[in-house]
């Protein structure tokens, strides 16, 4: 089982609206990473990807749906709405069971302190 997120990086570069991070407010790449729930290992990575022309869900179809097993799903935050509940677990849809949020919660605080 994977927790997806995306992050954005800082470069050193002139405003270009596809470099901007919403994020930095200033030009950077974005990347997937890919952690395994059991151990915290990053099993996946995938970038750069333009900030400015790709959101997290996007970068998700381009690439690790394609890896995954028949009926396999990731804990995700809500930027992967598009994909659920086919391939994501989000938080806030109607599929999300609400005894699962506590667990989702360390899920996402683990993956958010691996991605700064």
Known sequence: MLSVDGTDFR???SYEKPFYSF???KSGF???VAL???TGDICWWSGPYLPGLWNDNMIFQDGLVHHLEEGE???TD???RGSAPQ???CPGVVEAIPDNAEMQQRVHN???TVNK
Do not use: S, V
């Open 11 to 13: 470069i050193a570069k």
């Open 23 to 25: 994020k930095f407010k």
């Open 30 to 32: 974005r990347y997937e």
């Open 36 to 38: 395994c729930i059991k």
């Open 73 to 75: 799903r990731c804990e």
């Open 78 to 80: 809500d930027g992967y």
């Open 87 to 89: 391939y994501a677990k």
């Open 110 to 112: 683990r993956q958010k």
